[in-house]
Nanobody, 118 residues
Framework: VQLVESGGGLVQSGGSLRLSCAVSGFTFSTYVMSWFRQYPGKERELVATITPSGGGTHYTDSVKGRFTISRDNAKDTVYLQMNSLKPEDTAVYYC????????????WGQGTQVTVSS
């Protein structure tokens, strides 16, 4: 299983970024996928989740109305569109499937750094 996140960077407060996560090694279209973020010295926290078909999504309260999770099952890729970014969104962002065996084995990609300046 490989999870390759990209799209992070430095952006000013109020700006936007689109993160991508290309996966391989499993049948992507059958798995719930999520985005997580990790602050320095903290545990990863769940940000957004999308069902296998893409028809259902869920967001943590702090990003509702600002972030949008989506997926392209033909490209084995999950996205996170982040708008109206705030300094408190600064973190390393990761994708994973919270129902997968490798998730329980603590297998992650390298993540992508998002830095929002005030």
């Amino acid at each position: 299983v490989q999870l390759v996140e990209s799209g992070g960077g430095l952006v000013q407060s109020g700006g936007s970024l689109r993160l991508s996560c290309a996966v391989s090694g499993f049948t992507f279209s059958t798995y719930v996928m999520s985005w997580f973020r990790q602050y320095p010295g903290k545990e990863r926290e769940l940000v957004a989740t999308i069902t296998p078909s893409g028809g259902g999504t869920h967001y943590t309260d702090s990003v509702k109305g600002r972030f949008t999770i989506s997926r392209d099952n033909a490209k084995d890729t999950v996205y996170l569109q982040m708008n109206s970014l705030k300094p408190e969104d600064t973190a390393v962002y990761y994708c994973n499937s919270p129902v997968a065996t490798w998730f329980r084995q603590n297998h992650w990609g390298q993540g992508t750094q998002v830095t929002v300046s005030s």
